[in-house]
């Protein structure tokens, strides 16, 4: 029996969706023998209540020079950003020399708005490619994996931080204690931590499971966030659900004692059991869903492909490898999946070796039908997809429920 990540509770996994490719694993023909695959399996833990994968693939398998998520590729999560970076300034960095440090900042897309306001700042960014774009943006980026060490050598080297924030990468990191820890070092005592990542209670609603890949070694909730932090000392002060990626929760931390504590965190705690977030029942439920899930988009693709049609996967998302291997969608069903990001185009998907194209690929000669991986940013494609719509393309949704868009 596996071992529960955060508080050592032995757990029994309740799901596998079989053997997984690393989601971001983009790959030549030549690369194709040597693809690295892993059994991509999920547990609760009922103590702690934290959702988690059971292996998760070494980091620099996942996070290195040839990193192929750029953040910046979405209009949408620019403004989201912007929105995060205004907040923080506003309520929380009381002059220019306020630090503010950001884990996993990738390309820049947070931290551009603090270098441009003039604000002291730090990027820490292990996947070399994007940590460069960001530090050709003007912001400043160290190239490492955050965690207890590194956290020294910074409060050593820049001094503490006022503010310490995160966008979709806490949830990616294994060995969560080891970076709580840094951030209680780094923090200064009324500091503050703000975090947000795709939420455990969406996921379950949605049956958004593609939300589980290998880079996604949790899915939070507000109960294990708030494990989590007891157990270094450190108060959930307050949480705020936000709309991206499908559906993500923001969750904001001080030093114990403080600040005073928002009635949100009780009410989503409320929310949450309500939910069945804490009991083992709901995770076969959702286990079920999933299976249903794949058996309805299967049968889709196929009655499509029957009646000669042609279909296109638009957006090659690190989400799409779990849909993809676990429904097993392959090059028959799938032309091809476009996406905007240079670093993926004339690749082949993950697994499944779909080609992965340029955009230009599916404004210039429109399919049949596209099935949309990227629904999390549907308000976006949708508005600049109006001539696909008006000459007869219809989309493919599987989240919240697997339909052809009429
Ligand atoms: N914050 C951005 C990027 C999210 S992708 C956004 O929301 O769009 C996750 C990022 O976290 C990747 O760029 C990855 O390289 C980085 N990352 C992974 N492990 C990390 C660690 N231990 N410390 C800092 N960054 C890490
Ligand atoms: P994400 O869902 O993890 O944010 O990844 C988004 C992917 O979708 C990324 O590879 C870029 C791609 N994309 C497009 O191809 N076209 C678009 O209009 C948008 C918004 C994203
Ligand atoms: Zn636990």
């Known amino acids: 029996m596996p071992s529960c990540r955060i508080c050592k509770t032995n757990y029994d996994p309740f799901l596998s969706f079989g053997n997984m490719p690393i989601a971001n694993g983009f790959l030549t023909k030549e690369q194709f023998d040597a693809e690295y695959f892993f059994e991509l399996q999920v547990g609760f833990c009922p103590e702690c209540k934290m959702v988690q ?15 192929a998520f750029y953040s910046s590729t979405s209009q949408n999560m620019k403004l989201h950003f912007k929105q995060f970076a205004e907040t923080v300034m506003k309520k929380y960095l009381p002059s220019e020399k306020s630090f503010v440090v950001e884990l996993g900042s990738n390309d820049g897309i947070m931290l551009k708005n603090f270098a441009s306001a003039g604000h002291k700042h730090l990027g820490i960014e292990p996947s070399a490619n994007v940590a460069k774009a960001a530090i050709e943006n003007g912001v400043n980026t160290i ?24 966008a979709n990468v806490m949830c990616h990191i294994p ?14 005592p009324e500091g503050i931590v703000m975090f947000e990542d795709p939420y455990l209670g969406d996921v379950i609603e949605k049956t958004s499971y593609d939300q589980i890949y290998d880079e996604h070694a949790f899915l939070f909730s507000v109960h294990s966030i708030q494990y989590l932090f007891n157990m270094h000392n450190m108060e959930l002060v307050d949480v705020e659900p936000q709309e991206t990626h499908g559906g993500s929760m923001r969750y904001i931390i001080g030093h114990k004692e403080k600040r005073s504590v928002s009635s949100n965190v009780q009410k989503y705690l409320e929310k949450e059991k309500n939910l069945g977030i804490g009991s083992i029942g709901t995770y076969y439920m959702f286990k079920n869903n999933c299976e249903k899930f794949k058996h309805d988009l299967v049968n889709l693709l196929n009655d ?30 799938l032309d091809y999946i476009c996406d905007t990001t240079p670093i993926k185009q004339n690749k082949f998907s993950p697994g499944a070796h779909i080609p992965v194209k340029a955009y230009e690929n599916f404004s210039n000669s429109y399919p049949d039908y596209a099935l949309l991986f990227a629904y999390n940013h549907m308000e976006e494609i949708m508005k600049k997809e109006t001539r696909f719509v008006d000459q007869g393309g219809k989309w493919i949704l599987y989240v919240p429920e697997v339909k052809v868009l009429q």
Do not use: W
């Open 53 to 67: 994968i059971v292996n998760q693939p070494n980091r620099e398998m996942m996070f290195h020079e040839n990193y």
């Open 143 to 166: 190239c490492e994996f955050f965690d207890e060490d590194l956290a020294h050598k910074i409060v050593n080297e820049y001094g503490q931080a006022d503010a310490f924030l995160g």
């Open 175 to 188: 060995y969560l204690h080891s970076i709580v820890e840094g951030i209680k070092l780094l923090l200064k």
């Open 304 to 333: 499509i492909k029957k009646d000669g049609k042609s279909i296109a996967g638009y957006a090659a998302t690190s989400k799409s490898t779990t849909i993809i291997n676990y429904c097993g969608i392959t090059a028959d069903q």
